[in-house]
């Protein structure tokens, strides 16, 4: 518990390029905030056994996250040397609908794991993809891929399937153009 509220209070201050200048911000005071409340809740409210069954489970799931957020960053930096920045700028550095619809397709096509999601998210994001199709993606990728799609074909027949994958499509594709649209009115 120590190591995740050292971890949590040192990434939460932003620093000054070039000098060792430390900025305490909002987002640091209401993390100190949170782990005293935290810290607090669990001295006064858990027994020792509710405790321990509690960091075991946290345990449990640092050791199965822990591993998909490294191949997550490892893939995404394999990723961002390959992929020429152009690329992603032509195809996706505008919010168009066809920008939309193709986060949406690679969504569907490359499924990530969420944990993995997030630094490839970074990586479009840097190479210069705009936020609504990367919106687009992020919100098609844990609903659409090639393997939930056979499965729930197998449960609830084609038909249905089609209608399933179609809406999530068209409405992420949406949801991401409007978020885009929204970006440049602010």
Do not use: C
Not at 14 to 42: M, V
Not at 100 to 117: D, I, Q, R, W
Not at 123 to 138: N, T
């Amino acid at each position: 518990m120590g190591l995740v509220a050292a971890t949590l209070l040192l990434a939460a201050p932003t620093t000054a390029t070039g000098s060792l200048i430390i900025h305490i911000t909002g987002r640091f005071i209401a993390e100190i905030a949170l782990l005293a409340s935290i810290g607090y809740i669990t001295a006064r409210y858990l027994t020792r056994e509710e405790l321990a069954d509690w960091l075991s489970e946290t345990w449990r799931f640092v050791k199965q996250i822990f591993p998909l957020l490294l191949v997550g960053v490892f893939v995404a930096g394999m990723v961002r040397s390959i992929v020429p920045e152009d690329w992603i700028r032509t195809l996706a550095g505008e919010n168009t609908v066809w920008a939309n619809a193709l986060g949406v397709l690679f969504g569907v096509f490359m499924y990530f794991p969420t944990l993995v999601e997030v630094p490839i998210a970074r990586m479009f994001l840097d190479l210069g993809m705009h936020r609504g199709p990367l919106l687009a993606y992020l919100l098609a990728d844990p609903e659409l891929s090639l393997q939930s799609i056979l499965v729930t074909s197998k449960i609830m027949g084609r038909r249905k399937t089609a209608t399933y994958v179609s809406l999530v499509a068209v409405f992420s594709t949406i949801a991401g153009y409007l978020f885009g649209m929204f970006l440049a009115s602010v």
